[in-house]
């Protein structure tokens, strides 16, 4: 009898562990984004960085990737780790591969489930939903 309140209490540890991640804060996601993405997408998000003069296609406007209202969390997750760029006007965009490293947060990309994401990727998500216009 006491094995099996031992190992019940292992997975009902297991549990409580799991429930304890949290999604980033926006902050998180804007350090992030400061060091890899301002560059060519300016401090604001608007696709006016300094390295942005001359780039074609332009940086895109990163306040404005909401359509009809809604935040397309899986698209934005799939262009910045270099899943999916189809329809993209060019290939300038690095791929994150750091941003795919370290722990991981459950994501809802938009289809109600639960997604495994790097914590790093999630935060800058994060703070790009913030920053909608």
Wanted: net charge negative.
């Amino acid at each position: 009898m006491t094995r099996i309140a031992l190992i019940s209490l292992g997975i009902l540890g297991g549990v409580v562990a799991c429930a304890e991640v949290s999604m980033p804060e926006p902050p998180e996601g804007k350090a992030i984004y400061d060091r890899n993405c301002a560059q060519c997408h300016g401090a604001s998000g608007r696709g006016d960085g300094p390295w942005a003069e001359g780039m074609t296609p332009t940086p895109s406007d990163l306040t404005a990737l909401s359509e009809n209202g809604a935040f397309p969390r899986a698209r934005v997750l799939s262009i910045i780790d270099g899943y999916d760029r189809t329809g993209l006007p060019g290939h300038e965009m690095p791929e994150f591969g750091l941003l795919l490293e370290g722990d991981t947060v459950p994501v809802d990309v938009g289809d109600g489930v639960m997604t495994p994401t790097p914590r790093p990727l999630a935060a800058l998500l994060v703070y790009l939903e913030s920053i909608q216009e």
